[in-house]
Every structure is written in structure tokens, then in C-alpha cells.
């Protein structure tokens, strides 16, 4: 009797494989064709599990700030526990930028992503709650920061959420090679340390 | 006898209707077809101007480096003369974001640009050496403002740089309407208080 196939590691599979093709060839040439060739399952296949190139793109968009998720949990799992909040912000930021391999791939799709929703109400209304989410976990981790003391009471959390946010800017300087990641890093440290300095 | 029409003239009215087609449907849809329709002339015409859609995308984006070189040199020249440099320094990264529709839909095609770069070797040396001098200037006038005592001698004026720099990531976040126009020139306005504090 054949192995019933996952129907959630098959997608996982095929979103793997529309990383790939996006990392190599940008999403304008990610066709489904070409992503069903990738992921070595027929076209027939392959749009049993997306009906469309936004279906898919959307599942592999979650399915990507899950992976960003388990990469920050890994990175807060190797700190002093309790974490201090300053290495709690720094562990997520430098997790969504394009600083390794694995999160390069996740970058690029996330940029053409935000290309596309800019002109697609669905991908658009979907891109804004995953961003408006992410805002809010680092506007609570500011806040909680701020109560706890370790950031000035005169610093409003709101701004300095949104600088955090905006320092996500390094993802195209790297990826031009403009900014080398070393350098992206002491930025990073640099903002840190004022933030949290008295 | 017919007016010659000015080379230069027909490049930039073609970038244009690109900028709009861009803005209204994205990159991915920018065919040098529906480019020649916006902009009202013949298929052959534009191949005329421009032998490939790489080559129309390289032209609209130093028409757009242009343009904000314009309206950064609009904006310095109703400051008070000569203006402080955090105030220069401020002009130069606003009109780097999509505050207004004019910054938006060139935004918008640099973000495609910096996408089709990573692609496409030709581009990725064209738009590296865009950052790469844009990146000068914001190090030549920080390093000037640390020399005329504007800015604490102990910043490293390299990381400031890629600081302001990163700061453009502000751009998905006002497309997406995650962040609002005044909150994002707020923030600015606050790293700029900081690095100019002593």
C-alpha cells in the first residue's frame, strides 16, 4: 500500500522549490511551470495543491515567516535566560535580514511579494496583516523593554518600533553588496546601544 | 518641414509611461508592448529607443535618480542658506521615501530594479554603483558635519551612513500603509536628533 503523501509536506516541498527558483531567477520568471519542474511534480500536480501563482506565493510567504520565526526562537534559545531585551530586538532584526543563506532566499521572495501586493488587493490585505504583526511583537518587546526599565521613559515606543522596523532597509544594500554584513551588524549594534543607553 | 523631435525628450516621455505602468500593474507587467501603448507610440518606435526591456529600466532609473537629485535640490534651496547639515541630511532621505506620488511610483520602480539587479549582471554593476555613489554622499556630508562640530567626534561616520541609509526600508512599510507618512518622517526626525545630539 503506497504511502499516503502529507498534503502539508508536499506544500512545504513546493514552496521550498518557488524559494529556489525566486532566489535564482526572481519571481517574474518563477512560472508555475517552472516551479512544478523544480519541485519534480507534474504541472497537474502542482496545481492540485495552488490554484494559482498567488496561492502559492502566499503559502510559501507563510510558510517563510514561520521558518523566520523558528530561526529567532533558535537564536533566543542560545542567549542567557532569561534573554535581556536589547539581545531579544537584536536576535530578530538581524533574523530578517538577508545575512545568511537560508534567510537570503526568504528575503528575496519577500521583496517581490510586497512588489506584488502592491498590486493585488488580496496579497496586499494579506502582506499588511503579516507586517502589522511583526510590528506589534517589537512594539510589545520595546514596551516591555521600557517597563522593565532597560529603555529611557522619555523614548516613545511607537518611533523607536518603527526605526527598528525601517532598519529592515539593509536587505537591498546587502543583497547589492553595497553594505558587507559585518558592517550591517555594528549599524544594528550601534542603533541598539542608543536605544537602550540612558 | 516637420519638427525633429528631441531624442531625449522621447526617452524621458517613454520613461514616464513606464514609471506609470509600474506603478499601476508592476514590473512584471511592464511589457514593452503595454510600455508603447502608455506612451502612445509604436512597438517599433520604442524598440527604436530602447533595444530591450533591461535597457528602458536602466534609462527610467537614472531619469529617476535624476528627478530626486531635483526635487532634493527643491527642497535645499527654500532652507535657510547655507542650511544646517542636519537639515540637508533630512531633505536627502525624505525624498528617498514614498512620501509624495511623484517619489512613490520611482520607488516603486527602484524596488523592481534592485529585484531584476539581482538577476541580471549588467543591472546588479549599474545599481551597485547607483548605491554605491549615493551611499558617498550621505559619508561626505556626515563626515562634514562631524568636521564643523555638528556631530559628536565620537560617531563613526561609517556606520552613521549606512544607518540613514537603511532607513529608506521605511519604503514598504508607507506602501503598505503599515506605517503613516507622519510617523515614518518622525522617526526620521528622531535618529536625526540623536545623531546630532552630543
Request: with cysteine; aromatic share 4%; glycine share 4%.
Amino acid at each position: 500500500m503506497p504511502k499516503q503523501v502529507d498534503h502539508r509536506e508536499r506544500r512545504e516541498t513546493i514552496a521550498h522549490a518557488l524559494w529556489r527558483v525566486v532566489e535564482r531567477q526572481g519571481w517574474s520568471r518563477a512560472t508555475m511551470r517552472e516551479v512544478s519542474r523544480e519541485a519534480d511534480v507534474s504541472l497537474g500536480q502542482l496545481q492540485h495543491y495552488f490554484s494559482s501563482r498567488a496561492a502559492m506565493l502566499t503559502f510559501a510567504m507563510e510558510f517563510a515567516a514561520e521558518q523566520v520565526s523558528h530561526r529567532v526562537n533558535r537564536g533566543l534559545a542560545v542567549l542567557d535566560q532569561p534573554p535581556h531585551p536589547r539581545e531579544v530586538l537584536r536576535v530578530t532584526l538581524l533574523e530578517m535580514l538577508p545575512l545568511r543563506p537560508e534567510a537570503r532566499a526568504t528575503d528575496r521572495m519577500n521583496a517581490a511579494y510586497v512588489l506584488e501586493a502592491l498590486h493585488d488587493p488580496e496579497l496586499r490585505e494579506q502582506a499588511c496583516v503579516g507586517l502589522r504583526d511583526g510590528r506589534d511583537l517589537v512594539e510589545r518587546l520595546v514596551r516591555e523593554a521600557q517597563a522593565d526599565g532597560h529603555i529611557p521613559a522619555g523614548r516613545d515606543p511607537a518611533v523607536e518600533t518603527d526605526l527598528i522596523l525601517a532598519l529592515t532597509g539593509f536587505t537591498p544594500l546587502l543583497e547589492l553588496g553595497v553594505v558587507e554584513p559585518p558592517a550591517a551588524v555594528a549599524a544594528i549594534d550601534q542603533h541598539l546601544d542608543r536605544l537602550f543607553s540612558s
